[in-house]
């Protein structure tokens, strides 16, 4: 079995600050990891992904997150927000070899101007 | 690339009918894809997994003859919502594969059964 925490609903950070979006996983396999965006109207967008290669992961508009298997974590961060990266976020976990995606319950992320 | 879309974004229905919602990849060819289900302030979860040219595996819970796939071609899955009533409202998504890793996500479909 998988499973994927996302421990906080909403996140507020001003423009310009850091953001931190928790990701907490549960496999009893080697995961492959996903971080996705979802703005208004649209579909999901992966923003990076994890798979075995190296811990840290950089994704685009400036999003990186880092796998560490001894906190079973895959926080994404980001060094300074933006306006536009107000969203909602999603963490998805798969086992290798298994193509099956579980999502937790997703972080909206706003900024503050 | 690897674009995904949805048919239609939005549908309200009468209990009873059946929906038929599309999910197509514009730019790529997918012998996968997938069809997923949100309820408000949850997870996306699983529905079902759909192959191109054979029958769809459907998760747990899922009741196969009320949700309908079909996967007719490598660029087009279609879910059809039989006999439809108020709790299957909900917000319909649909992904396809393009490679072992990585799924490509449709806008989704709100559905509202009255």
Not at chain 2, 3 to 25: A, D, F, L, N, Y
Not at chain 2, 35 to 54: C, D, H, I, V
Request: charged share 15%; proline share 4%; hydrophobic share 35%.
């Amino acid at each position: 079995a998988q499973s994927v925490t996302q421990l906080d609903s909403h996140v507020s950070v001003s423009e310009g600050t850091p953001v931190l979006l928790r990701c907490n996983y549960s496999s009893s396999y080697s995961p492959s990891l996903f971080w996705y965006v979802q703005h208004p109207n649209k579909g999901l967008q992966l923003l990076l992904k994890y798979t075995s290669a190296a811990t840290l992961v950089k994704g685009i508009n400036g999003f990186e997150a880092e796998f560490k298997k001894s906190e079973t974590s895959f926080h994404l961060t980001k060094p300074s927000a933006h306006m536009s990266d107000a969203a909602e976020y999603s963490c998805s976990i798969s086992n290798f070899g298994n193509e099956k995606l579980t999502f937790g319950t997703g972080t909206r992320l706003t900024i503050i101007p | 690339g690897a674009v995904v879309s949805q048919h239609p974004s939005w549908v309200i229905c009468k209990s009873g009918t059946s929906v038929k919602i599309e999910c197509r990849s514009l730019d790529f060819q997918a012998t996968t894809m997938f069809w997923y289900r949100q309820f408000p302030k949850q997870s996306l979860m699983l529905m079902a997994t759909s192959n191109e040219g054979s029958k769809a595996t459907y998760e747990q819970g899922v009741e196969k003859d009320k949700f309908l796939i079909n996967h007719a071609s490598l660029t087009l899955s279609t879910l059809t919502v039989t006999s439809a009533h108020p709790e299957d409202s909900s917000f319909y998504i649909c992904s396809a594969r393009n490679d072992p890793d990585t799924q490509y996500f449709g806008p989704g479909t709100r559905l509202t059964v009255l």
